[in-house]
């Protein structure tokens, strides 16, 4: 039996659902959000990001060769998105040099344990990762001011078209694995998707 990432989000789409549609974002299209709860988000983010970018460091290390032209182009734009991090902290006067929250410490450190696994594993967790923001930042449509940008960020076309690219490239090596990559794919699938849901909840309890 073969496996493929729309099969993974058809046989979840609460675990999914749960991944990508949060108060929090919600809020943020709204206006509502408290600047404490979104602040708490972008520096968590940037540091979930500068260990992300790690992982696709890791990820491209061992995928084929015809993989690394997405790949490439991914960690070019983590490193447009590092530097963007950078600029939106500094105007908001945020000190990116702090601790990482328990959430942001158990994803990273589960990003860290993918290094251990076959890549069409390391493939599915990329993708699924990417597509939760490319969701969780689209799903709403239009944000208010100063919100926009942050949606446009993941939600743009061609970030849209991205995450397709990484979908074909890990449905593509699915294809040709075992009933226990498959197990294991899915596993990542499901981890991802609740690391997600805990990450904007973490974000959210920042109420002040
Ligand atoms: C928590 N998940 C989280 N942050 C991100 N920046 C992405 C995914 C993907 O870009």
């Given at each position: 039996m073969?496996?493929?990432?729309?099969?993974l989000?058809?046989?979840?789409?609460?675990?999914?659902?749960?991944?990508?549609?949060?108060?929090?974002?919600?809020?943020?299209?709204?206006?509502?959000?408290h600047?404490?709860?979104?602040?708490?988000?972008?520096?968590?983010?940037?540091?979930?990001?500068?260990d992300?970018t790690r992982?696709?460091?890791?990820?491209?290390?061992?995928?084929?060769?015809?993989?690394?032209?997405?790949?490439?182009?991914?960690?070019?734009?983590?490193?447009?998105?590092?530097?963007?991090?950078?600029?939106?902290?500094?105007?908001?006067?945020?000190?990116?040099?702090?601790?990482?929250?328990?959430?942001c410490?158990?994803?990273?450190?589960?990003?860290h344990?993918?290094?251990?696994?076959?890549?069409?594993?390391?493939?599915?967790?990329?993708?699924?990762?990417?597509?939760?923001?490319?969701?969780?930042?689209?799903?709403?449509?239009?944000?208010?001011?100063?919100?926009?940008?942050?949606?446009?960020?993941?939600?743009?076309?061609?970030?849209?078209e991205?995450?397709?690219?990484?979908?074909?490239?890990?449905?593509?090596?699915?294809?040709t694995?075992?009933?226990?990559?498959?197990?294991?794919?899915?596993?990542?699938?499901?981890?991802?998707?609740?690391?997600?849901?805990?990450?904007?909840?973490?974000?959210?309890n920042?109420?002040?």
């Open positions: 073969n496996l493929t990432c729309k099969q989000l058809q046989n979840h789409t609460q675990t999914w659902h749960e991944a990508t549609v949060h108060t929090f974002i919600e809020q943020c299209k709204l206006g509502t959000i600047p404490q709860q979104f602040n708490t988000w972008l520096v968590q983010d940037y540091l979930f990001v500068v992300f992982m696709v460091g890791r990820v491209l290390a061992i995928a084929p060769p015809d993989h690394f032209d997405v790949i490439l182009a991914g960690l070019a734009a983590l490193k447009d998105e590092l530097n963007w991090f950078k600029e939106k902290a500094a105007q908001r006067e945020l000190n990116l040099d702090v601790a990482k929250q328990p959430t410490i158990q994803y990273c450190e589960y990003m344990t993918l290094a251990t696994m076959p890549y069409p594993v390391q493939a599915t967790a990329f993708w699924a990762i990417e597509l939760a923001y490319n969701q969780g930042w689209q799903l709403p449509g239009v944000m208010v001011e100063p919100y926009t940008e942050f949606a446009d960020r993941w939600g743009n076309a061609g970030f849209t991205y995450v397709k690219l990484l979908e074909h490239q890990a449905d593509e090596v699915l294809q694995a075992s009933e226990n990559v498959h197990q294991q794919a899915q596993e990542a699938f499901l981890r991802v998707a609740t690391f997600e849901k805990d990450f904007w909840q973490m974000a959210f920042a109420a002040q």
